[in-house]
């Protein structure tokens, strides 16, 4: 029987792309469980989708711990005792430091909605549309210790149209990301990836 690869995925937002991956792991059948949400906040939709998922939430407030390494030792330990074998970032805003990344070599994985290197950080899709460029995209990569800089993994291009406006530029990367990242997710788990 082979092993279910243990993952957690941290969010800040909405949880489109938690959504997504939640339905192409039941209808591909991967053995892939999602075993734990971490958000960075208490009100945010993500939560809903969890719990509807009976996917368990741990919810970490920086702002309640003196530094950012402190508020990850918490997240840290919580994924040791959930047993998680990597972990999917999809929409979390917080650039994780060099402790965190080190837990977990090479087993982070990140998407962003632009085609990195090119506009990096938590405004990618504004950047490239404000920009003029003419093709902008989806990326996926692993995560290192600085900003949308590891190695990538996959990417897929998106058109900019003269009549395209940010929301709809928006919805087409959207678009964009709930195909690709589950689709990668499941070359990740056949490629051992997760595996220690």
Do not use: C, W
């Not at 991967?30 to 949400?37: A, K």
């Not at 906040?41 to 719990?51: G, M, N, R, T």
């Not at 990096?120 to 996926?140: C, E, F, L, Q, S």
């Amino acid at each position: 029987m082979e092993k279910i690869t243990r993952l957690a995925v941290m969010a800040s937002g909405n949880g489109t792309n938690f959504a997504a991956l939640l339905a192409y792991i039941k209808q591909a059948k991967l053995p892939v469980e999602i075993v734990r949400l971490v958000v960075d906040h208490d009100d945010v939709k993500v939560i809903d989708l969890a719990k509807e998922a009976q996917v368990p939430v741990f919810t970490i407030i920086y702002k309640d711990y003196p530094n950012r390494e402190t508020a990850e030792k918490q997240i840290l330990q919580q994924l040791a005792d959930d047993e998680i074998d990597g972990i999917l970032l999809a929409g979390y805003m917080r650039i994780l430091t060099p402790q965190f990344v080190k837990a977990y070599p090479q087993k982070i994985i990140n998407i962003h909605p632009a085609l990195l290197p090119s506009f990096p950080g938590r405004h990618g899709i504004d950047d490239a549309y404000n920009y003029g460029v003419k093709v902008t995209g989806v990326t996926i990569h692993f995560v290192n210790d600085g900003v949308d800089s590891g190695k990538i993994i996959a990417q897929e291009p998106v058109r900019i149209k003269d009549d395209d406006s940010l929301d709809s530029l928006e919805a087409k990367i959207h678009t964009v990301e709930h195909k690709l990242y589950p689709k990668i997710l499941q070359k990740l788990i056949k490629e051992g990836v997760f595996k220690s």
